[in-house]
């Protein structure tokens, strides 16, 4: 079928005004200076959203904000958000170490969102393997996980093993072995935080540290952040027993405050049996839970 000129005049006119559309879209597309600021600044929200939910889930911590609905800051978090028990705690932590690294930048600290010289971690998992540390190692190790990353922002691998390799330069090797009954010491490791003079099972021993086993976790510290009970080997077999029925009783959802209670005192009690007082109140709430 032949098109009348009238028609090629219409197509023509229709193609044009779809190429003059594409052009403008072409131009539309480059971003203003005020637009390429806003992006930058949106972007490091997004970068350091990890970092707010930290702060934030501090302060409703440490002032209790939970308290009018819940009875515990992890169920709190695990109705509220979905978080399991240790990650708000993870979050938390992970922001103290962000504050030490903002105080510790060469740039100052006049804002601590706008240090835009200096590379900060943008998620929890970058900063778990500082946390043990003190604020100055944690500065170092960061530096130079930095630096190996090529001056962007290192994984938690990066970090990991740059944390491995300076702690191999300066720490003694541990001399604990998997079983042994220990008191918890915190000496500069905020993940212990509450945990001083609470007795613990080591469960595995590292070159440089070591993972214990508490009523309501497990937890990675150094040689400092233990002192040896000088238990038998029967008494540790006690001790370890008795941790596994804690920890059962603790893994209950919705725990009573009372057995929340018990297990608080039986977890800083560290003597190698419970009394015949204990061992009978434990074993009531035992049944009660339906755990044999």
């Not at 008191?183 to 070591?210: M, R």
């Not at 297990?263 to 015949?276: D, H, Q």
């Amino acid at each position: 079928m032949r098109r009348s000129v009238a028609n090629v005049e219409y197509y023509d006119e229709i193609s044009q005004e779809v190429t003059d559309n594409q052009s403008s879209q072409v131009i539309t597309n480059i971003l203003s200076f005020e637009e390429e600021r806003d992006r930058l600044h949106l972007e490091k929200k997004v970068e350091r959203a990890f970092y707010q939910a930290g702060k934030a889930l501090r302060e409703l911590h440490s002032r209790k904000l939970y308290r009018s609905t819940h009875k515990t800051f992890e169920e709190y978090c695990k109705d509220r958000f979905g978080f399991e028990r240790r990650h708000s705690y993870r979050l938390i932590e992970a922001a103290i170490v962000v504050d030490n690294l903002i105080e510790m930048c060469p740039n100052g600290t006049q804002n601590e969102l706008e240090v835009e010289t200096f590379v900060l971690p943008t998620n929890e998992r970058q900063v778990r393997s500082l946390v043990p540390l003190v604020a100055e190692e944690q500065f170092t190790c960061w530096k130079e996980a930095v630096n190996v990353a090529g001056g962007k922002v290192p994984s938690g691998r990066v970090v990991k093993d740059i944390v491995e390799r300076i702690r191999e330069r300066t720490l003694i090797p541990i001399t604990y072995n998997v079983g042994e009954v220990c008191t918890i010491i915190i000496k500069d490791n905020p993940e212990l935080k509450g945990k001083s003079d609470y007795w613990c099972i080591i469960n595995h021993v590292a070159q440089f540290s070591c993972e214990v086993r508490m009523w309501d976790g497990e937890y990675i510290v150094k040689p400092e952040n233990l002192k040896c009970l000088d238990f038998s080997d029967n008494e540790c077999l006690v001790m370890s027993d008795i941790c596994s029925r804690l920890r059962r009783l603790y893994s209950i959802k919705d725990l009573d405050e009372v057995a929340l209670s018990l297990l608080n005192t039986l977890g800083k009690r560290a003597k190698p049996y419970l009394t015949p007082v204990q061992e009978k109140i434990l074993t009531v709430i035992e049944q009660e839970y339906g755990i044999e």
